[in-house]
């Protein structure tokens, strides 16, 4: 049963606190940040941006991810309204599904494929074969911000983007040198390493850093290993012309400690690597702006496995290499008329190799590539009414060309009206999100029925939302917005009999939602944060999509050199199965696996080493607890995730 009275005490309390009025610009993207004589940052998110399509953007900033002590993207996002995660250990995500991943609104969870897309610096970064995020080649360190895009974002991002997360590297935007260093310790032999260092010197800026992390694991087999690294330069040719270069590798392990009660897997690591450059050519005036971007991002995943029907080990092997060409100008065409016009070209895919101790079982698929080339445009105009108030609509397409699948038009229409105090917003698009080359490899090799993939359809979702944001001062914001996704053509997997088996896209559903949330600063040593996501899903068992999410948390300075960091996460009961392969319409739901409902508190206590202002203010001692209350909650039903744990940390900064 779903936890009702605290849903209902945590509605009562969020409406509560909506009496708070608040403020907005209707006349470009809306950030709202508190002003710099607030000593304590803000608490859990950093801003929310209204965009000029009316859609909402939620931003996770160094400062949250430092003071949150997360060591992976889930561990940064899973307190953001909307976000859900899933994982088995502590260090190390084993697989691309359960086993560490983000979920946005209840999409995201069919695997392979994805519907959310992960980008890095504006280009995408996921696996080039199976069609979804890895969370292990996605360092959190190297992030200055991160955008949380929880609506579909055709024109912004195309295919595979009903819901989005972009991660934007450390740049030095003031001259000097900083350099850091972070070093972690705690239970289970945990441990995480991290260095920074960057500079800049006229017009020459640059930034550097690498991580090593590691954990034995709360459970026997539930060990992980990551190593990563980064860099980033950047020259600004005159006051027009600016150009960067962003590079970056990793290398990772996890285990699977397999369910509690069963067999002791035989073997199963999860192995991913990859290597990526990011080139881009940017430039600015007084009436246009823009880029030309190329990347490159070649990985690879050894996944180490035991097959019970040959009582034997086998390897998956995928190796992948996505690369592309982004470009965008946005043009003013009189003082309150915008163009945004862009070209994107994204290549992606590679080989697989499944091998067996006996070589006779081998399968293997070549090189395969699909390719998206794709036109968009945005226009938006401010009309001025009067008295301050403004409103914006806005329209744009992208049209896609895709080398195997049918050609896709996606639409996106926006508004927003607003005055000083308030702005309310609304936005239509229409995502899409196209098979990947996974599905290559099960008709042409694991089926052996050559070219069927080439009759799938595109995934859609159809978007509406509509909010209204409130911020009386600089100290104080409160949002909330109602949304309803309608999905079509979802691609499920189809079992004989007859043989051979098939994808077809067969499956409709729906989501409808409400989420709201609060930032408040009542003292410049206190800043507070509370959010909630309330989802209704047609078929009720949409996996990884609870009834409720909701996060309190803030920071308190005090006695000048302490900070306390605290948060609390309220959870529904959600359903944990794989849609790609079920038919949830016909699965009885008593015989879906599903987790309870639970209740974590986190916090972490800083001792702040220098003032700030001063070159070296990012310094501290640390102590950390992950579910200080020792909850007992799953992400996966059989794979329990620890209780209390505790990290002891110093960070360096000068």
């Not at 163009?339 to 992606?348: P, S």
């Not at 038009?409 to 936005?427: C, D, Q, S």
């Not at 409808?512 to 909630?532: D, M, V």
């Amino acid at each position: 049963m779903r936890n009702r009275l605290l849903m209902s005490i945590i509605v009562i309390a969020l409406a509560a606190a909506g009496r708070v009025t608040a403020q907005g610009d209707a006349a470009a993207d809306t950030v709202y940040e508190f002003p710099p004589v607030i000593i304590v940052g803000n608490a859990i998110v950093d801003q929310t941006t209204i965009r000029d399509n009316g859609s909402k953007v939620s931003s996770v900033s160094q400062a949250q991810i430092r003071d949150l002590n997360a060591i992976d993207l889930p561990s940064a996002l899973r307190r953001v309204p909307g976000v859900t995660i899933s994982r088995y250990n502590l260090v190390g995500s084993y697989g691309g599904g359960e086993g560490g991943t983000i979920y946005i609104r209840g999409q995201g969870s069919n695997r392979p494929g994805a519907s959310i897309q992960t980008l890095v610096d504006g280009v995408p970064k996921f696996v080039g074969i199976w069609t979804h995020p890895l969370m292990d080649i996605l360092d959190v360190d190297r992030a200055e911000q991160i955008d949380v895009y929880k609506s579909p974002q055709p024109v912004k991002y195309g295919n595979m983007s009903l819901g989005a997360v972009n991660m934007v590297t450390r740049r030095m935007h003031a001259e000097g040198r900083r350099t850091s260093f972070t070093a972690i310790g705690g239970q289970e032999n945990t441990y995480s390493l991290n260095f920074t260092h960057g500079g800049k010197t006229g017009a020459f800026d640059y930034y550097f850093g690498g991580t090593a992390r590691g954990s034995d694991g709360h459970r026997e087999n539930a060990d992980g290993q990551l190593r990563s690294w980064w860099g980033r330069t950047g020259y600004q040719f005159n006051d027009s012309w600016n150009a960067s270069v962003i590079f970056s590798g990793s290398d990772n392990w996890a285990d699977d400690p397999g369910p509690v009660g069963g067999p002791k897997p035989t073997r199963g690591r999860y192995n991913t690597s990859d290597y990526s450059v990011n080139a881009t050519l940017a430039n600015h005036a007084d009436r246009t702006s823009g880029f030309v971007r190329f990347y490159a991002d070649n990985g690879a995943i050894g996944w180490e496995q035991w097959s019970g029907a040959t009582n034997n080990w086998f390897n998956t092997n995928t190796d992948w290499l996505n690369s592309g060409l982004r470009i965008q100008q946005n043009i003013s065409l009189g003082g309150a008329t915008e163009l945004t016009l862009g070209f994107d070209y994204d290549n992606y895919g590679g080989e697989v190799w499944e091998q067996h101790a006996a070589p006779a079982n081998d399968m293997r698929l070549p090189e395969v590539n699909f390719s998206n080339t794709a036109g968009y445009a945005q226009i938006r105009h401010t009309f001025d009414l009067g008295g301050g108030t403004l409103l914006q609509p806005s329209a744009g397409a992208r049209f896609n060309h895709h080398n195997t699948f049918d050609d896709q038009f996606a639409p996106e229409l926006g508004v927003t009206l607003g005055r000083e105090k308030w702005t309310v917003f609304g936005n239509y698009t229409q995502g899409f999100n196209y098979a990947g080359v996974y599905s290559v490899w099960f008709y042409d090799v694991a089926w052996n029925s050559a070219d069927g993939y080439k009759d799938l359809e595109a995934e859609l979702v159809d978007h509406y939302e509509l909010g209204l944001k409130l911020q009386p001062s600089p100290r104080a914001t409160f949002e909330f917005s109602v949304f309803h996704d309608r999905g079509s053509n979802r691609i499920r997997m189809i079992p004989p009999p007859p043989p051979p088996p098939s994808f077809v896209n067969i499956d409709n559903y729906e989501i409808t939602g409400f989420e709201t949330s609060l930032s408040w600063n009542p003292y410049n040593s206190l800043s507070l944060f509370s959010g909630l996501t309330l989802l209704s899903m047609t078929p009720e068992s949409m996996p990884q999509s609870p009834g409720y999410t909701f996060t309190v948390g803030g920071n308190y300075r005090f006695h000048k050199q302490f900070q306390l960091s605290a948060d609390m996460s309220a959870i529904d009961e959600r359903y944990v199965i794989n849609g790609r392969f079920a038919n949830l319409d016909a699965v009885p739901l008593a015989n879906i696996p599903r987790t309870d409902s639970f209740v974590m508190v986190n916090a972490k206590l800083s001792y702040m080493l220098g003032r700030p202002g001063s070159a070296h203010h990012g310094s501290q001692l640390f102590i950390a607890v992950e579910n200080l209350t020792g909850t007992s909650y799953e992400y996966k039903p059989g794979y329990p995730m620890p209780g209390a744990t505790a990290m002891f940390g110093l960070t360096v900064d000068y």
